[in-house]
């Protein structure tokens, strides 16, 4: 028999509701309707392979499931973009050949798509060089954002990259910086096979958030419009616009985010990106730029999501609790009004235990929210990290999470990417992320701990 003897409420808007059963003493974290829940389950039909055979210096995946056929999908990764594929709805993978381009030094920040044909658009920074640290947009070099695309789902490759912007070396020229690839998919979107590319305008002064529309499947793309009202500090940290991320409705309209120093913006179109509602703040948050022990880079930006029934979801992570923590928000209005932000790990609250590097998939066909972190709970130095996958069922007001990972590893202060990656379809939800592994003798000492590219698969039929 238990007796309830109290209700306290913490910072944050939790409550810790505490309870005797006999002697032992049974404390339950409800974080906004979520109750702690330290033993993750691993996730149903949980399957776990690697996508590079060897280890090297890979990170920062993109990941997209074909609408049209569920069976292709395809992973975008660096540190030379790269791409791998599955024709078999990810029972086996290989690598595609040739995707960077040799005609610049480097390339990364990769994003990728399916567009309406099936054709898969793989989107990714290129560059001779950028600015001093942090100040990417002082006197970079040559620099653009191009895109490349496969007519078979990802096996191969255009021979040649398109540009969606780019710029010969010269004074004053801008830092094109994390691009996301969007497509309108939606069958009765009067701009149904549209492309849309948003990134970071790193300049001298500021920094701008801006969008490139293609209307011809990406072979040629619009001059960028500018989509920040306020204008972000030119510095790639705390005080800059940066972490694009869309999602298309069903009546074609654009939903867009961003990341301006402690808040998410957000802004539609309705005009197929030709032009977009006046800027709004919908979610206050701890800085999105930040650090984490032990990873050379972390972030908590944001991404948008929409379920069959248009309702909107937003994902991020920021430190507000001390810790690092996951949250959500969702909009049945079409973007006019947000819920309150519900926490997604299940965790105990303040329990300094980080989950960072979210991302969200909302499954367009079952509404299902899923959202990807890495998760340290069970480790009490806060270094070593699992794979932890949430999923909601009831419109994002509750979180059950799930072991993704089948181990945990420790980053050792390597790059483990500025991204993680899930696509769901159907019941079936697929994640990929960067995993630091020990280092082989011939590798002590380098910059960069060796990673490898996971990918995590679960089945919710």
């Known amino acids: 028999m238990s007796t309830q003897l109290e209700v306290r409420s913490h910072p944050g808007g939790s409550l810790t509701k505490v309870a005797r059963c006999g002697s032992l003493l049974v404390i339950l974290a409800i974080a906004q309707g979520q109750v702690s829940d330290p033993a ?126 780019e710029h010969a070396e010269a004074p004053g020229i801008p830092f094109e910086d994390k691009p996301y690839i969007v497509a309108d998919n939606q069958p009765k979107s009067p701009y149904f096979g549209n492309l849309y590319v948003g990134w970071s305008q790193d300049r001298i002064e500021d920094a701008l958030i801006v969008l490139s529309r293609s209307t011809d499947g990406g072979l040629t793309w619009s001059t960028p419009v500018r989509l920040s009202d306020q204008a972000g500090l030119p510095r790639d940290d705390n005080g800059t616009v940066e972490g694009f991320a869309g999602v298309v409705a069903p009546d074609g309209a654009l939903h867009v985010v961003w990341s301006d120093t402690n808040h998410i913006i957000y802004a539609v179109s309705r005009d197929g990106g030709k032009t977009f509602a006046r800027n709004r703040s919908i979610a206050d948050t701890a800085p999105s730029h930040f650090v984490v022990l032990g990873a050379e880079e972390a972030n908590g930006y944001p991404q948008i999501g929409i379920a069959p029934d248009s309702k909107l979801y937003l994902a991020w992570s920021d430190y507000r609790n001390g810790d690092v923590d ?44 899923n959202v990807l972190f890495y998760d340290r709970r069970h480790d009490p130095a806060n270094k070593s990290a699992n794979v932890v996958l949430a999923r909601s069922t009831d419109g994002g007001r509750t979180f059950r999470n799930y072991l993704l990972s089948d181990h945990a590893f420790d980053p050792k202060g390597g790059m483990i990417g500025e991204y993680t990656a899930l696509t769901a379809l159907g019941g079936r939800v697929y994640g990929s992320w960067t995993e630091i592994v020990s280092p082989a003798p011939s590798a002590r000492g380098t910059n960069h701990p060796p990673a490898v590219i996971r990918l995590g698969m679960a089945d919710f039929r």
């Open 40 to 165: 993750l389950a691993p996730a149903p039909g949980r399957r776990i392979v690697s996508l590079t055979e060897q280890p090297g210096n890979f990170h920062t995946p993109s990941i997209a499931i074909n609408p049209g056929n569920p069976r292709q999908l395809v992973v975008g990764f660096q540190s030379k973009t790269s791409a791998a594929y599955s024709t078999d709805g990810g029972e086996h993978w290989a690598i595609s050949p040739v995707t960077a381009p040799e005609s610049y030094r480097s390339t990364g920040d990769t994003s990728v798509t399916y567009d309406r044909q099936g054709h898969a658009i793989l989107c990714f920074i290129a560059l001779d060089g950028a600015g001093p640290f942090k100040y990417w947009g002082h006197n970079p070099k040559r620099n653009g954002i191009l895109v490349r695309r496969s007519l078979d789902g990802g096996k191969t490759w255009e021979p040649r990259p398109i540009p969606v912007i």
């Open 326 to 369: 996951v949250f959500c928000i969702s909009s049945a209005d079409g973007g006019r009004t947000w819920s309150p932000a519900v926490r997604v790990n299940s965790d105990p609250l303040h329990n300094s235990a980080d989950q960072f590097f979210q991302w969200m998939a909302v499954d367009p066909v079952s509404g299902a929210v």
